[in-house]
Antibody, heavy 121, light 109 residues
């Protein structure tokens, strides 16, 4: 059974840092792209970042570029999101998501349950 | 910045049919945008329904189908059930990035 379990959420002050982690199980982790998605309270979904299976390629949404860093450890089956210079508008539930990319297909399938980050003084 | 627009809300009767659309500010949505669709109920994580325009996951009910319609991605719910009441989001891939739609609240009434 595929499982994605996020951790690391909590209350952080504006300008502070937080590190989120997602533990994956039930599949060959290194074969998949992994993404992070955020949802502010009562709002829609926002794509944040992605990392390829071997970690050699990654990309970010403009809103977090230069502040957030995605990384993965294929020996531990984890993908992390290091968040620096946090702003009030970064508040939300952060989801870890599995994606399969083929020659003519993009398949977003499994989501974690999410972890809540609250940026407030 | 790319903006992906969906209908804010739609209402459908049980057993009826409703079509949700997903438009991009960049122009017509094609299969090369690899549209994905998700359902989200209150307090829950999103659940994947459709990938790469028309493909269903193993758990996707048969009454859900994806297509391209008039330059937009579309999700059609046929024979709507009360449990289909939820928020629905599309996701497009464009210019090495991903963009979620604004979401459609579907009410079954």
């Amino acid at each position: 059974e595929v499982q994605l379990v996020e951790s690391g959420g909590g209350l952080v002050q504006p300008g502070g840092s937080q590190r989120l982690s997602c533990a994956a199980s039930g599949f060959t982790f290194s074969n998949y792209w992994m993404h992070w998605v955020r949802q502010a309270p009562g709002k829609g979904l926002v794509w944040l970042s992605r990392i390829i299976g071997d970690g050699s390629f990654l990309s970010y949404a403009d809103s977090v570029k230069g502040r957030f860093t995605i990384s993965r450890d294929n020996t531990k089956n984890t993908v992390d999101l290091q968040m620096n210079s946090l702003r009030v508008e970064d508040t939300g539930v952060y989801y870890c998501v599995r994606v399969t990319v083929g020659s003519s297909s993009v398949e977003v399938d499994y989501w974690g349950q999410g972890t809540l980050v609250t940026v407030s003084s | 910045q790319t903006v992906v627009t969906q209908e804010p809300s739609l209402t459908v009767s049980p057993g009826g049919t409703v079509t949700l659309t997903c438009a991009s500010s960049t122009g017509a949505v094609t299969s090369g945008y690899y549209p994905n669709w998700f359902q989200q109920k209150p307090g829950q994580a999103p659940r994947a329904l459709i990938f790469s325009t028309t493909n269903k996951h193993s758990w996707t009910p048969a009454r859900f189908s994806g297509s391209l319609l008039g330059g937009k991605a579309a999700l059609t719910l046929s024979g709507v059930q009360p449990e289909d009441e939820a928020e629905y989001y599309c996701l497009l891939y464009y210019d090495n990035s991903y963009f979620f739609g604004t979401g459609t609240k579907v009410t079954v009434l």
